[in-house]
């Protein structure tokens, strides 16, 4: 009797279903299946600017996670913050990567939380034009400047300084701060979760 015959083949496990919401997202031609170090950064840069828009945000992230049905992919908070410290600038890095499907599932739900807050996020892009329009420091729109106060806030108790220098300045995190808040409001319109999805991969692929 042959060994085969007793020790039958195990059959491959089936391949994980990709969720719905996931399903548009292109899977970009890298040399493995993990994310790249920029796109990390910004996928948390998106979240923390989520953040400092909206207390309770990273609920929030568990919530709408739940209702993309993206579960078995963020499944619960370690998960989310394991996750979010693939980025190299976080104080407690980890070890592991963030896979393609992981990012995708991140993207989705800065995509969801941003269109929900679409009306404030485009109100603070106008309001922040006409301050500098009319030279009035940001100081006086109490929205916006609590929005880039906790913002600065969160970025440097989480971040490595030694690893964040360009962004050392209360001024430069403004403009981080800022320029997150531009990207969130991009990826709320037609077609916005893809876009800001290939957009994470520019110079990253040929």
Known sequence: MSV??????????????????????STPELA?????????????????????LVIGGSEAFLQVADELELRDIIKNRVTLWQLRSTNPMRRLGQRRSMTLL???????????????LVVTIRQ???DYQQLQDKQIPLEHHLRLSDYI?????????RMNPRRTGAYASDEELQQLALTMLGKLLFCTGTFGMQRLWISLFDGEVE
């Open 4 to 25: 085969t015959s007793l020790n039958p083949p195990i059959p491959d496990s089936p391949a994980p279903s990709i969720p719905l919401v996931l399903a548009s997202l």
């Open 32 to 52: 493995d299946d993990y994310c790249p170090r920029r796109a990390r950064m910004q996928i948390d840069l998106l979240l923390l600017a989520i953040e400092a």
């Open 102 to 116: 992981e990012a995708k599932a991140l993207v989705a739900i800065v995509c969801n939380l941003a269109k929900r």
């Open 124 to 126: 603070l892009l106008i």
């Open 149 to 157: 106060s906790r913002f600065r806030s969160y970025f440097r108790a």
